[in-house]
């Protein structure tokens, strides 16, 4: 028996190109103050919009509807403790 070699077919080539290019790297976040690269500590949701206080009662549960969680990326400085947010994914 004779190995004959086979050329890729075009689907396998395809698929090739589809793979993902690699993420780009993060980009270094350096604290202002200790001039050292700050360590991420992951990400943080944070509760915007809705409502404060007394404008609950006021306006009922109407106000909840604009309330949502709006996340972070925290990075603290292991020198002086300076914590820092970025966009989600920064
Ligand atoms: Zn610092």
Redesign the pocket.
């Known amino acids: 028996m004779i190995f004959v070699p086979q050329k890729p077919s075009e689907a396998q080539l395809e698929e090739e190109a589809a793979a993902p290019p690699e993420p780009p790297p993060r980009p270094q976040h350096v604290?202002l103050?200790?001039r050292?690269p700050m360590t991420r500590s992951g990400e943080l949701n944070f509760r915007v919009g809705g409502s404060v206080g007394g404008s609950a009662f006021l306006k009922g549960n109407w106000n909840e509807l604009s309330e949502q969680l709006q996340p972070f990326s925290v990075y603290h400085?292991p020198?002086?403790g300076?914590i820092d947010l970025y966009e989600p994914g920064m």
């Open positions: 604290c103050a200790c050292v400085c020198s002086c300076k």
